[in-house]
């Protein structure tokens, strides 16, 4: 481990970062919403030809309450500055290929292809059989999705209730409640949402979204805007903007061509993911009984971090907030900025190469797929919450995780982490034993999943996280929304 600090500690360098129209990127994108609480509701068109009419007339009414990325970032400021819950409602609104095509618009369902086909079609992730989702079944698919954010729940139920009138004429095909838990958990107890992306643009002549911090130089080449905060073009979730180079950590690679309407748009994943708790606690606690470890021992490396968020990469289970990210596999991270360093884990023996934070974001690590660089082409914006009550509160209600990512580039992005390497034994590290993600990977039908820890490889037929489906949608920039209202 290095052991002394770089003399020279600079920030990184903006220089070509494009100035973000933040006035029409939505807000769920870009800052996401802070909000206790959120609505989630889907809606379906009405076959025929009267499907793009209704549409419009949906897209008429949500236009004008959708967030936009400044009021976001105004929210998102007053809420860490002064501590207060939000006052209002945020929104934001997803389409389906089949909503974009009755619109009149199949250039926009042809910007990505597994977008045009849909999640049902897609067979790609392992999932259960469509017939048997809870969410998007086929007949049952979401065509408009609503989110509604707010800290005030007497708040969002008068916000939703407009779009559980049937006399709007879609149907109301998916409803769900969702709230943060205590210290930002999930439901298995494990701190969540602590690995994010910072996204390079300005949001004026002078400003970047992301405040930079000094940093030491950093083995992997890769620019942070602080420790454990990696820098990416924003082309990698926003459309027609430059996008992150496979072959360069800090250039960019030029912008996707796309529709006019696409730019500023995303694409977004929605899944639901019930989670089975005293399934996840009652088989760990027989796979550590079998190792002759603690309950708590194992399921840190099933996850890759401590309960508290601390990651096993670490030496330290008492991180301060900047070292929670602030360290690689491959490499040693030096120390600066505050911050102390932290040893490589090159072979996985403090942080298994089966531990869900590794299995789908292998940092420093080549792959695969090829150089560190690339890693960053696959990364993902991630916009989960959890529903349903705590485990304790009550044991035999339904509970687990909604899981929302952004990104331009659905088979290189989201599938690649959840199918490629999630559900593989033999990747994302090349010629190592990396063994199944426990936590959400899947296996054919009949094969019990695996994986390789500290202690002697584990082996169930018990899933702790079943998907019971979702959709992916289309998130179109404000403009965008406002144009496709009006035909």
Same mark, same amino acid.
């Given at each position: 481990?290095?052991?002394?600090?770089?003399?020279?500690?600079?920030?990184?360098?903006?220089?070509?970062?494009?100035?973000?129209?933040?006035?029409?990127?939505?807000?769920?994108?870009?800052? %996401?919403?802070?909000?206790?609480?959120?609505?989630?509701?889907?809606?379906?068109?009405?076959?025929?030809?009267?499907?793009?009419?209704?549409?419009?007339?949906?897209?008429?009414?949500?236009?004008?309450?959708?967030?936009?990325?400044?009021?976001?970032?105004?929210?998102?400021?007053? &809420?860490?500055?002064?501590?207060?819950?939000?006052?209002? =409602?945020?929104?934001? =609104?997803?389409?389906?290929?089949?909503?974009?095509?009755?619109?009149?618009?199949?250039?926009?369902?042809?910007?990505?292809?597994?977008?045009?086909?849909?999640?049902?079609?897609?067979?790609?992730?392992?999932?259960?059989?469509?017939?048997?989702?809870?969410?998007?079944?086929?007949?049952?698919? !979401?065509? !408009?999705?609503?989110?509604?954010?707010?800290?005030?729940?007497?708040?969002?139920?008068?916000?939703?209730?407009?779009? +559980?009138?049937?006399?709007?004429?879609?149907?109301?095909?998916?409803?769900?409640?969702?709230?943060?838990?205590?210290?930002?958990?999930?439901?298995?107890?494990?701190?969540?949402?602590?690995?994010?992306?910072?996204?390079?643009? +300005?949001?004026?002549?002078?400003?970047?979204?992301?405040? &930079?911090?000094?940093?030491?130089?950093?083995?992997?080449?890769?620019?942070?805007?602080?420790?454990?905060?990696?820098?990416?073009?924003?082309?990698?979730?926003?459309?027609?903007? #430059? &996008?992150?180079? $496979?072959?360069?950590?800090?250039?960019?690679?030029?912008?996707?061509? =796309?529709?006019?309407?696409?730019?500023?748009?995303?694409?977004?994943?929605?899944?639901?993911?019930?989670?089975?708790?005293?399934?996840?606690?009652?088989?760990?606690?027989?796979?550590?009984?079998?190792? $002759?470890?603690?309950?708590?021992?194992?399921?840190?490396?099933?996850?890759?971090?401590?309960?508290?968020?601390?990651? +096993? $990469? &670490?030496?330290?289970?008492?991180?301060? #907030? %900047?070292?929670?990210?602030?360290?690689?596999?491959?490499?040693?991270?030096?120390?600066?900025?505050? =911050?102390?360093?932290?040893?490589?884990? #090159?072979?996985?023996?403090?942080?298994?190469?089966?531990?869900?934070?590794?299995?789908?974001?292998?940092?420093?690590?080549?792959?695969?797929?090829?150089?560190?660089?690339?890693?960053?082409?696959?990364?993902?914006?991630?916009?989960?919450?959890?529903?349903?009550?705590?485990?304790?509160?009550?044991?035999?209600?339904?509970?687990?995780?909604?899981?929302?990512?952004?990104?331009?580039?659905?088979?290189?992005?989201?599938?690649?982490?959840?199918?490629?390497?999630?559900?593989?034994?033999?990747?994302?590290?090349?010629?190592?034993?990396?063994?199944?993600?426990?936590?959400?990977?899947?296996?054919?039908?009949?094969?019990?999943?695996?994986?390789?820890?500290?202690?002697?490889?584990?082996?169930?037929?018990?899933?702790?996280?079943?998907?019971?489906?979702?959709?992916? +949608?289309?998130?179109?920039?404000?403009?965008?929304?406002?144009?496709?209202?009006?035909?």
């Amino acid at each position: 481990m290095t052991a002394t600090v770089p003399a020279a500690l600079a920030s990184a360098d903006t220089t070509g970062e494009p100035l973000l129209a933040l006035d029409d990127i939505q807000a769920h994108i870009v800052p %996401g919403f802070p909000d206790t609480d959120q609505r989630f509701v889907g809606l379906r068109l009405p076959d025929g030809d009267r499907s793009g009419d209704a549409a419009r007339a949906m897209l008429r009414e949500l236009t004008p309450l959708v967030t936009s990325a400044r009021a976001g970032l105004r929210h998102r400021a007053l &809420r860490r500055t002064t501590g207060a819950a939000g006052d209002g =409602v945020a929104a934001a =609104v997803a389409l389906s290929a089949r909503c974009l095509r009755a619109l009149g618009h199949p250039e926009l369902a042809a910007v990505d292809e597994a977008l045009g086909v849909g999640m049902a079609e897609r067979r790609s992730l392992r999932d259960p059989a469509p017939k048997n989702w809870a969410v998007g079944a086929p007949g049952a698919e !979401i065509d !408009i999705l609503v989110i509604l954010a707010a800290d005030d729940e007497t708040q969002l139920a008068v916000a939703e209730a407009p779009l +559980l009138d049937p006399g709007h004429g879609l149907t109301v095909v998916h409803r769900e409640s969702a709230r943060r838990l205590p210290g930002d958990i999930e439901h298995f107890g494990f701190r969540d949402g602590i690995s994010q992306p910072s996204l390079r643009g +300005l949001v004026d002549a002078d400003t970047p979204l992301a405040a &930079r911090h000094p940093m030491p130089p950093m083995p992997d080449g890769r620019a942070y805007a602080r420790p454990g905060d990696v820098l990416l073009w924003p082309g990698q979730f926003l459309f027609g903007l #430059p &996008r992150q180079s $496979s072959t360069s950590a800090t250039r960019p690679a030029d912008p996707r061509r =796309v529709p006019d309407l696409a730019r500023n748009g995303s694409l977004l994943v929605y899944r639901k993911l019930a989670q089975d708790v005293a399934a996840f606690r009652g088989d760990t606690a027989a796979m550590a009984s079998a190792l $002759s470890v603690e309950p708590g021992t194992l399921r840190a490396w099933l996850v890759g971090r401590r309960p508290d968020g601390s990651p +096993l $990469s &670490r030496d330290e289970t008492d991180p301060g #907030p %900047g070292e929670l990210n602030h360290f690689g596999y491959d490499d040693d991270v030096p120390p600066g900025a505050g =911050v102390r360093g932290a040893r490589a884990d #090159p072979d996985g023996a403090r942080c298994p190469l089966a531990a869900h934070i590794r299995k789908v974001n292998p940092r420093d690590q080549e792959t695969e797929q090829g150089i560190q660089q690339n890693t960053l082409t696959m990364m993902i914006l991630r916009r989960g919450i959890p529903y349903g009550p705590l485990y304790e509160d009550a044991p035999d209600a339904e509970r687990g995780l909604l899981f929302l990512c952004y990104q331009t580039d659905l088979a290189r992005q989201f599938e690649l982490l959840a199918q490629r390497w999630a559900n593989r034994t033999d990747r994302p590290r090349q010629g190592l034993p990396n063994g199944l993600d426990m936590i959400i990977g899947r296996t054919r039908p009949g094969d019990p999943r695996q994986a390789p820890l500290p202690a002697g490889t584990v082996s169930t037929m018990v899933d702790y996280v079943t998907p019971q489906g979702g959709a992916y +949608l289309f998130t179109p920039s404000i403009p965008a929304l406002r144009a496709l209202s009006e035909g």
